[in-house]
């Protein structure tokens, strides 16, 4: 499993759609500390900085991955979320916490989304990414029993979870969250201004802004 990530995060690219959208979620948040959770060779970060982001730390299990991310982020700490978090993260406050792509690849996303809630300001939000399983284009394919693992894209034999909309705002409530705003990747794309209405059969791509609900506290 080890080597499996380290490979993939070596490797990891982001589609331009996707970060287009990611960082319209995050731009309100480039003045203040930012957290890229899987951050692989630093490509997300360097891009807010670029932008004007002021500081942007990355967490990733990837060593190799983590040594290039080191030379673009102002801190990179190296460990996997689905243990024991590092002391020197959980005393730090974010502003946003992003976490794109990898939710998918944890075998129990409350307790990652639970330790992100403790190191988030008090108005601090959280940018989520992960591919709609139950997209209209899947149920078509399940149809006709077409399923069949692929090494990357929405059947990466890496996911261990399958989100669909609801199931993403069930692990997000058990997390003491709620979605504030949403910016789905929407197919057909030329649609999107009529299909984003039904985000459970038409997103693509789930992507949504989070905050802390009020009984979280």
């Known amino acids: 499993m080890q080597d499996y990530y380290n490979d993939k995060s070596v490797h990891y690219g982001i589609g331009h759609t996707r970060l287009r959208k990611i960082l319209d979620l995050a731009k309100n948040s480039f003045g203040g500390k930012i957290l890229d959770i899987g951050c692989a060779r630093g490509y ?96 078509i394919r399940f149809l006709f029993g077409n399923f069949k693992y692929q090494e990357q894209g929405m059947f990466d034999f890496g996911h261990i979870r399958w989100f669909t909309y609801q199931y993403l705002q069930d692990v997000l409530k058990k997390s003491g969250f709620k979605i504030v705003q949403e910016n789905h990747i929407i197919f057909p794309g030329k649609l999107t201004r009529f299909l984003k209405l039904w985000p459970s059969l038409f997103a693509h791509q789930l992507i949504i802004k989070a905050k802390r609900s009020c009984t979280s506290f």
């Open 44 to 139: 997300l970060g360097r891009r807010i900085k670029e932008m004007g982001g002021k500081y942007v730390a990355g967490i990733e299990i990837s060593q190799e991955a983590a040594q290039e991310a080191k030379t673009v982020l102002d801190k990179v700490y190296v460990f996997d979320v689905q243990k024991h978090w590092l002391p020197e993260v959980k005393e730090q406050k974010f502003e946003l916490v992003i976490l794109s792509e990898l939710l998918e690849h944890v075998f129990d996303p409350v307790f990652v989304l639970k330790n992100v809630s403790e190191i988030l300001l008090s108005n601090g939000e959280v940018v989520i990414t992960t591919p709609n399983f139950m997209v209209w284009t899947n149920r």
